[in-house]
């Protein structure tokens, strides 16, 4: 079967194998603005042909999502395997986790859109699959990165208390509950999707991203605010706190602006092309560069020799344990 979509409205016809007319049929039928937007983003998405500029950007997420699930995985190993959990290293893996499945889902999506030529049913359902992936595990790493900000300015501002109050599994507990709650965000948009309820759908979409927005994203530029401030305040910083300025500085830079341009789509009903690939590159570039924050802050960038990587990391995350002792 084939189905007609005038792409951007411009009376132009233009066939595609396979039936992509479940919720909204075409253009000529769509009555809701809601029915409009489903259809860009899928035209967007899985239909139209990849420009050039597209190709090479894809390429890049490609290699870069390799390289990142390296060096996510031996953090993974690591903390999973070598080296004690405590507190702080329960987020660290979490969010090693979950920057491995953005990576992961980023270059299989990447892969898909760089080699498949063929646009068969069973290909736009993996890939829709793929893009579900990534935006719940950006779900993820944006609310970890949240409460480790939220805990670190905590301990420093109110050491005694949190040293007195803080329940011991609090880390597992909370890092639990967050991938539950992602995945029954990701979970609610599939369905309402499969059930073509689309103006549900596009409402529970901006619900998602206001949250993310202007709930999460300001708690974590006020915590990285304070602790940048407490760090210029302090004749020698420790590692963990230089290490999560970093972090969520470069979060704020790079993967923010995915949670901006999503927002922003969904309220005017328009997505473009080009931006799409652009900012998956930046959240790719995040999720990849916390391993390379790790060694280069564990090494303190002193020493004549590099030493070995895995001294370098423990030494990194045994600084929480020191810290903790010390209070």
């Known amino acids: 079967m084939r189905s007609v979509l005038s792409l951007n409205h411009t009376g132009k016809e233009q066939n595609y194998p396979g039936n992509y007319s479940t919720c909204s049929g075409s253009y000529e039928k769509v009555h809701t603005k809601a029915e409009w937007f489903y259809d860009q983003l899928f035209t967007i998405a899985f239909l139209s042909k990849p420009n050039s500029t597209a190709q090479i950007i894809f390429i890049l997420i490609i290699f870069i999502s ?7 995985g031996y953090v993974i190993w690591l903390l999973g395997f070598c080296i004690k959990r405590n507190n702080f290293t329960t987020y660290i893996l979490n969010l090693a986790i979950a920057d491995f499945g953005m990576l992961m889902s980023g270059a299989a999506l990447g892969a898909s859109v760089v080699i498949t030529v063929s646009r068969e049913n069973y290909v736009i359902a993996i890939q829709g699959v793929l893009g579900q992936l990534n935006i719940f595990t950006y779900n993820v790493g944006l609310y970890l990165l949240t409460v480790i900000g939220v805990e670190r300015c905590l ?5 005694i208390w949190v040293r007195c109050h803080r329940p011991k599994h609090l880390s597992t507990i ?6 539950i709650v992602s995945a ?3 979970i609610i948009q599939f369905l309402l999707r499969y059930f073509c ?7 529970f979409i901006r619900i998602i991203s206001g949250l993310n927005l202007f709930i999460f994203t300001p708690i974590m530029v006020v915590s990285t605010l304070i602790l940048f401030l407490k760090m210029c305040f302090r004749h020698q910083p420790g590692k963990l706190h230089a290490i999560m300025v970093i972090i969520l500085f470069f979060f704020i830079i790079t993967a923010l602006p995915f949670g901006f341009l999503f927002f922003f789509s969904v309220i005017d009903y328009n997505f473009h092309i080009i931006a799409i690939p652009i900012y998956t590159l930046l959240t790719i570039v995040n999720s990849s560069i916390n ?3 790790y060694f280069f802050v564990g090494n303190q960038c002193k020493c004549r020799s590099w030493d070995s990587t895995k001294v370098v990391f423990h030494r990194v995350f045994k600084d ?6 010390v209070s």
């Open 291 to 293: 391993p390379i924050i």
């Open 320 to 325: 929480e344990t020191e810290l903790t002792e």
């Open 155 to 159: 301990s420093i501002l109110f050491p």
């Open 197 to 203: 309820l689309l103006n549900l759908w596009v409402m």
């Open 184 to 186: 029954l965000f990701t």
């Open 66 to 72: 390799i390289v990142g699930m390296v060096g996510n």
């Open 174 to 179: 909370v890092s639990v509950l967050f991938w």
